[in-house]
């Protein structure tokens, strides 16, 4: 006689931890700390140091003393926000900066929801706008490259979105801005101004192909968000090549990639099913050229991610993935 027997869910194990995750993710990283480090040398290191030290302490006192849980600052979330904090930051930002976004990126945005997996925005982000709005002089004082061991007294200028904003408030043609900046071959490589996660695109890139090749994240969040800003930054420059930048120059500055791989893929505020991937990608695609373009931002993939952040319960209620065994009507 055959017996079937039931078992309570999971039913599918996998070897994969949130330490493994989260500490991949820091080595997908590495490429571009690296990279920043030969540009910015000493500020980067205290920046960076400042900021994952600061979001472990904090996730481990208000666990310990306030929520009275056992502690889980070493499991690699906490460091992963405090890095990708610190990548969102000017290298020559002060200390007591980095420790209030420190706290408010562990304390309001993600321990206050109840810790990891209950937080519905990107902690770095929410800390790295709150940084924006309280001291904005600051988080756009950004180094010029090459002053290794200078810190807060670095001689600073402005990203070369900042400099296409101001130009175009100017009315100058694009054609005309674009002399000022960088060229691409600079900019892919990191040499220009902006924090440690707008330079050097091909070093965000080997992270990418890192985290596809481990398996830590999907093609359609990254994908979807970059191809929308090229059709959409295509259509306008062709539309009118002496007021919008050609799609390139997008693709390239900025935090987008940053954004793009490691930060619109957080497991817990994107959405489920991979429909629902590709339609938030497109979302925070459109918002930051959308805010770029016409906003009063030069930047704007971080206030994207978390406008989507808020559409993602939304998103996973409506695009749902496939039951398994499930039968279509029709």
């Known amino acids: 006689m055959n017996i079937l027997n039931v078992s309570p869910s999971p039913h599918v194990y996998s070897e994969e931890s949130v330490p493994k995750l989260m500490y991949g993710v820091i080595w997908a990283l ?21 900021s994952v030290i600061s979001c472990i302490l904090f996730e481990y006192l208000i666990q310990k003393f306030i929520l009275k849980t056992k502690p889980s600052h070493l499991d690699g979330s906490a460091a992963l926000t405090g890095l990708l904090l610190a990548f969102c930051l000017p290298s020559n930002i002060p200390v007591w900066m980095i420790i209030i976004g420190a706290l408010v990126a562990i304390g309001v945005a993600k321990m206050s929801f109840g810790g990891l997996g ?19 002089a600051a988080m ?49 490589m990191g040499k220009m101004l902006g924090s440690a996660g707008e330079i050097a695109a091909f070093a965000l890139l080997l992270g990418f192909i890192y985290m596809l090749w481990r398996k830590i994240i999907t093609w359609h969040i990254p994908v979807s ?10 259509a ?19 935090g987008l990639i940053l954004g793009a791989v490691f930060m619109a893929t957080d497991y817990v505020t994107s959405p489920m099913a991979t429909r629902g991937m590709l339609v938030y990608g497109a979302g925070i695609g459109i918002i930051t050229i959308l805010i770029r373009t016409f906003g009063a931002y030069p930047e704007g993939v971080q206030f994207a991610i978390l406008i989507m952040n808020g559409f993602t319960p939304l998103i996973n209620k409506y695009i749902k993935p496939e039951r398994f065994g499930e039968v279509k009507n029709g």
């Open 236 to 254: 306008l420059w062709l539309g009118n090549d002496e007021k919008f930048a050609d799609p390139l120059f997008h693709l390239l500055t900025g």
């Open 225 to 234: 968000i970059l191809l929308t800003v090229f059709i959409f930054t295509g």
């Open 30 to 50: 590495l490429p571009a700390f690296l990279v920043s480090v030969f540009y910015f040398g000493l500020g980067m290191i205290i920046v960076t140091g400042v």
């Open 118 to 136: 209950n937080n519905p925005f990107n902690p770095a982000i929410v800390g790295r706008v709150f940084l924006f709005i309280s001291f904005p």
């Open 140 to 188: 756009t004082s950004y180094p010029k490259p090459g002053q290794w061991f200078t810190y807060t007294d670095a001689d600073t200028g402005a990203t070369p979105l900042s400099i296409l904003s101001e130009n175009l408030a100017n009315n100058v043609a694009v054609t005309d801005i674009m002399k000022e900046v960088p060229s691409y071959l600079d900019l892919f």
